[in-house]
């Protein structure tokens, strides 16, 4: 039981020193994305993501009831 007077104390001591070093590596941009934007560049943004439904039916030839063709 004794041991636990010296035991608790060491490791809050560590838990402390482990937070002050990862708010240091945070404020110190460590973990900033540098590759992000040089990736985001080549991407082509013109076109959604996810097309519209509207879109996808024409493109597949979906079956609309109002559509005068397939009657």
């Known amino acids: 039981m004794d ?3 010296l035991l ?4 809050l001591g560590m838990m402390l020193i482990a937070a002050v070093i990862f708010l240091w590596t945070v ?3 460590q973990y900033d994305d540098l590759e992000g934007p040089a990736h985001r560049i080549l991407m082509d943004d013109d076109d959604p ?3 519209r439904k509207q ?3 024409d493109i597949e030839g979906g079956d609309d009831p109002t559509d005068q063709r397939t009657q």
């Open 3 to 5: 041991i636990l007077y």
């Open 8 to 11: 608790i104390p060491i490791a």
């Open 27 to 29: 404020k110190s941009g």
């Open 49 to 51: 993501m996810i097309p």
């Open 55 to 57: 879109k996808l039916e």
